[in-house]
């Protein structure tokens, strides 16, 4: 990886002048794994197994979605392990799309990551800690908006203070997350009162079988979603671009481990019908084991979970917008790393921001949770189907570049990584409200910056990107 010393060169008026600050291999492949597993296992393995249930035949059936989840996320791995170990970039998703397919689709893909998916998790994830924290500190009428403004506010300054301060509250939350969730798995195993068999079939009246498993994979792979945000810290792994394979691999195998131990403990100790009506699975079985004092316990455990994702996903959404600060002058002062933070301060900063203005949204609405599950899920889809286009593309492309780790089965593995992209993009337009729209208008406003520079540039400056795409103007690429 070779890294630019100087900004401004070739650029109208510019002049040579020393880069203040890069990013810098300061992360172990463990803090990697810490941050995709806190990102994954979140506040969704608490609610959407009784969804999962509800679609599935019997205990088998369900266990079979979850490994079958595993799977799908695993293969989606091996993809970004290619991408990540091959040209490892803080920008992640944003710079395999801007070498593969071009400037504007970066671009868009870099307006969508500052406006509508880590902004938008961010706010959602915060809304969920609300509704915890609440049942054990209420706030008044508006405690939920008030604890996910809190939240933003709190972890964004941690990561402002300095990546070491910020790796060791997401290690340190991800253990409490894990320890948690072995405790509500021993439970399920050891200390439950049995419970009675309950008839087999489980799936919802009028649905065909294949729609209910369909319904049912949309939910778990909602579940597994997030371990791809491993790709923007490459750049700050230690130990050789393999150290990215190995973060995503063994992230997911142990995130798979989890879920699979957690859906057997919760059919071990409340049934598979007990599941399937319950909205909070883990809350009601530690109530069987625990009574009030166990369902008080999980709560903070679900807040440890959805603080621990909130904190990874501040930490890795900055990164893009610091890559795209970096290659769009228009967004300059996003693209400045602090060497004090180990950061990029200003990109922190503005994303906590726009979290805020979401979470006030939500607030404003009164179905914060899922007015922002609707806004960012087709977005999240859409893109995630893009980065797989991009290794196809690339292998085409650049065919001749080393490559320290390649997808296994290529080119099955990515068409199958691809199609599971297309089915949940189709999901979330169809079985979703106004929020959806929302979030799509949010993206097309990225139409008018991007029609803003390319008028500034002028078609005929256009520059080659990368992947050899026209870059329209933008500026020389200054990404590392």
């Not at 991009?390 to 990515?414: C, D, G, I, N, Q």
Request: one cysteine or more; a positive charge.
């Amino acid at each position: 990886m070779t890294q630019e010393k100087y900004q401004g060169e070739g650029q109208p008026g510019g002049e040579a002048r020393p880069e203040p600050a890069l990013p810098l291999p300061s992360l172990r492949v463990m803090d990697a794994v810490a941050l995709v597993v806190g990102i994954v296992v979140g506040a969704g393995i608490f609610r959407t197994p009784s969804l999962v249930a509800q679609n599935a035949s019997g205990p088998a059936a369900v266990l079979l979605l979850w490994g079958l989840g595993g799977l799908v996320s695993l293969i989606g791995a091996m993809c970004y392990a290619e991408l990540a170990s091959t040209w490892p970039h803080a920008g992640g998703d944003y710079h395999y799309l801007r070498r593969a397919l071009g400037s504007s689709l970066a671009f868009l893909f870099a307006w969508a990551r500052l406006t509508v998916i880590p902004t938008g998790s961010i706010a959602l994830l915060g809304f969920i800690f609300g509704d915890y924290a609440s049942q054990l500190l209420p706030l008044g009428a508006h405690s939920p908006a008030i604890y996910a403004a809190l939240s933003v506010v709190v972890l964004t300054g941690l990561n402002v203070a300095g990546i070491q301060l910020g790796k060791w509250t997401q290690n340190l939350l991800t253990v409490a997350v894990v320890v948690g969730l072995g405790l509500v798995i021993a439970a399920g195993f050891f200390f439950a009162p049995s419970v009675a068999p309950a008839p087999a079939a489980a799936v919802s009246s009028g649905e065909a079988p294949h729609a209910a498993w369909g319904l049912a994979m949309v939910f778990v792979l909602l579940t597994y979603g997030g371990w791809n945000e491993a790709a923007y810290i490459s750049s700050e792994l230690r130990g050789g671009r393999r150290s990215i394979v190995s973060a995503l691999l063994w992230s997911m195998v142990a995130v798979t481990g989890l879920y699979l131990l957690a859906n057997a403990a919760y059919l071990q100790g409340l049934g598979m019908a007990g599941v399937g009506q319950s909205d909070t699975v883990a809350a009601d079985l530690m109530q069987r084991v625990a009574g009030p004092s166990g369902a008080w316990l999980i709560s903070l455990l679900i807040c440890a979970a959805v603080l621990t994702s909130s904190n990874a996903t501040i930490l890795m959404g900055s990164r893009t917008h610091y890559a795209m600060g970096r290659d769009f002058p228009l967004f300059s002062p996003l693209g400045r790393w602090s060497a004090r933070a180990s950061a990029p301060v200003n990109a922190l900063l503005v994303q906590g921001a726009i979290s805020l203005a979401l979470v006030g949204v939500g607030s404003i609405t009164r179905r914060g949770f899922e007015t922002m599950v609707e806004y960012t899920a087709p977005v999240f889809w859409f893109f995630f189907l893009l980065s797989g286009v991009s290794l196809l593309v690339l292998r085409r492309r650049e065919p001749h570049v080393a490559r320290p780790f390649r997808v296994p089965l290529y080119p099955l593995t990515p068409l199958l990584f691809c199609a599971s992209c297309a089915y949940l993009l189709y999901s979330s337009l169809a079985y979703t409200g106004v929020g959806a729209l929302a979030g799509v208008a949010v993206l097309a406003t990225g139409l008018v910056p991007l029609a803003l520079m390319r008028r500034r540039a002028g078609h005929p400056r256009s520059n080659p990107s990368p992947g050899g795409r026209k870059s329209w103007g933008f500026g020389r690429p200054r990404s590392v």
